[in-house]
């Protein structure tokens, strides 16, 4: 009988988006609070990391090709952490105008860098890849995030199609006249196109301004009161989640690992 | 004795900043309404027209308490109230202005939350109990949504939608808080034939006062038995719609041409 209750439970089972979003907030914050040179721990935080992966169920080639492309910036932040700490000194290259310097401490906050942020980094995507950004957004808004930032953040998403659009409009005028394609032509074409954007922006910010403006709007966004309620699957994994972090935490702060 | 005016106005002007040199020294207005007074009274449906840059949008956005107040003199009432910024918010309840593009309108995430903005915002602010009330909400948003022919698009992006439908959408927004003027600046812009004549034939049914400002002379002489004409910012004609669009002198006079479905009458 339990096991039918539970089979019932996980059919069809998808992870609510406000479920998603707890989770993948309390890794990081779990994530970020591992001391520096703790490889352990870190490692130990991997089977969250992929039990993530495998609960978020996000398709396999979109969850790494978004992976590959963010994985880049921590990567080129971090490139020159070796560099800029003090420490005991383990290399360094004697160039003609000056001498670079890789310490231990840097090479350490180096690689808890890369790891923390590639670990991150694997949620994230997998989070943006299992979730279309409408239900990221209404997520945000039913865990009762502060309603300005999720509005900025949606009127952020509504703007990118806008300006898609516009900016498509400007490279169609741009071609139909440039009849002598030379870089710099292009280029030129295409500075006045990303200032046009702008001021179009501006004007397209200005009107929906009013627009909520002349519907009563006076800073505040108010929600209708959705109270949708989780899924109990949903809820189980969440507890199961933070039951998990919460021991990890207590092996690594008991220098168990 | 005639009733109390929607919307009384009196010895309106409006002037934009034109430049500002960085000293402050010399700043340049540009006036674009010269003393508009117009009276509009509850029911009655009322078509601006103009030649482009004639203050057509200008008029309607004062009317809806949309721009600076101090650009501005002269006196607007609605239904009995002077518009200023003290009592703009209790004001702007009772004007539903639609803009010319509906993407101006449709900022949200689904058309339920765009058609809910209002009416929540408003209820909000009156400290209605009905603003928590999901079931009051989703049933004046499907209201709203019946009217113009949307109903169970709630859940839909309104990006995604066509523009005939944003066009009705943005209506929407503004039904569900029920305001008793309707404001709509060029409502038959890029609509094609048929979705144009079915947003007149709304229009012409419903019960609020409505104020459209539009170039589509066509659409004056279907939608309304008043117009009045505005150009370079002065009030030339406030009669009966007909009787202007037959008289082509006096369009021709005001950079104004005899509407298609008039011209092989005269």
């Known amino acids: 009988m339990a096991s039918k209750n539970i089979k019932h439970i996980f059919k069809g089972f998808r992870l609510d988006s406000r479920v998603k979003l707890i989770t993948v907030f309390i890794f990081l914050v779990f994530i970020a609070s591992v001391s520096k040179g703790d490889y352990r721990a870190l490692c130990l935080y991997l089977i969250p990391c992929f039990a993530i992966i495998i609960f978020f169920r996000p398709p396999f080639y979109l969850f790494l090709k978004r992976f590959l492309i963010v994985s880049l910036f921590p990567l080129s932040v971090s490139v020159f952490l070796p560099f800029t700490n003090s420490g005991e000194l383990l290399y360094s290259f004697n160039l003609f105008f000056f001498t670079l310097k890789i310490t231990e401490n840097g090479m350490t906050i180096f690689f808890t860098t890369i790891i923390k942020s590639i670990l991150s980094v694997v949620v994230l995507a997998a989070l943006v890849s299992s979730t279309g950004e409408l239900e990221i957004i209404g997520g945000l808004r039913k865990i009762r995030f502060p309603s300005v930032l999720v509005s900025i953040i949606f009127l952020m998403y509504r703007y990118l199609f ?19 394609k030379s870089y710099s032509n ?21 009107n929906i301004y009013k627009s909520m403006e002349s519907r009563g709007f006076t800073g505040d966004f108010n929600n209708p009161a959705d109270e949708n309620k989780i899924n109990p699957a949903s809820l ?22 | 004795m005639q009733s109390q005016a929607s919307i009384e106005i009196e010895n309106l002007r409006y002037r934009y900043l034109s430049s500002k040199r960085l000293n402050g020294a010399d700043i340049v207005y540009r006036e674009v309404l ?16 103009g030649p482009n840059g004639a203050g057509k949008s200008t008029l309607l956005l004062n009317i809806a308490g949309l721009l600076d107040e101090k650009y501005r003199s002269g006196s607007i009432f609605i239904s009995g109230i002077e518009l200023n910024h003290r009592n703009i918010y209790s004001i702007r309840e009772k004007i539903g202005f639609v803009f010319q ?6 900022f949200s995430t689904s058309v339920f939350d765009d058609v809910a ?51 009705l959408a943005a209506l929407a927004t503004v039904l569900s808080y029920d305001p008793e003027i309707l404001v ?37 002489y279907e939608f309304s038995e008043r117009t009045v004409i505005l150009n370079r910012g002065n009030l030339v004609f406030d009669g009966c719609t007909e009787s202007v669009l037959c008289n082509r002198k006096f369009l021709e006079n005001n950079d104004l041409r005899v509407p298609l479905s008039l011209k092989k009458n005269l």
């Open chain 2, 34 to 49: 010269r003393g508009i007074d117009l009276r509009v009274f509850p029911g009655e449906k009322v078509s601006v027209i």
């Open chain 1, 186 to 206: 292009i280029n030129r074409q295409l500075a006045f196109l990303a200032g046009n954007l702008f001021i179009k922006s501006h004007d397209r910010a200005e």
């Open chain 2, 117 to 167: 903005f209002g009416l929540l915002n408003f209820l909000k602010k009156k400290r209605d109990s009905r603003a928590k009330d999901i079931n009051y909400i989703r049933h004046k948003v499907s209201e709203a949504l019946s009217k113009v022919n949307l109903f169970g698009l709630e859940d839909e992006v309104p990006y995604f939608l066509s523009f005939g439908e944003k066009k």
């Open chain 1, 162 to 180: 806008l300006i898609r659009d516009e900016a498509r409009t400007g490279i169609l005028a741009i071609n139909s006249r440039v009849f002598h």
């Open chain 1, 236 to 257: 189980i994994v969440l507890s199961l989640f933070i039951t998990t972090l919460a021991g990890f935490k207590c092996l690594e702060l008991l220098r168990l690992v």
């Open chain 2, 184 to 220: 709509l600046d060029e409502p038959s812009s890029n609509l094609d034939p048929k979705n144009r004549e079915d947003f007149i034939k709304l229009l012409k049914n419903m019960d609020n006062t409505i104020v459209i400002a539009t170039h589509d002379l066509d659409l004056a």
């Open chain 2, 101 to 106: 593009d509906p993407n101006d309108q449709l």
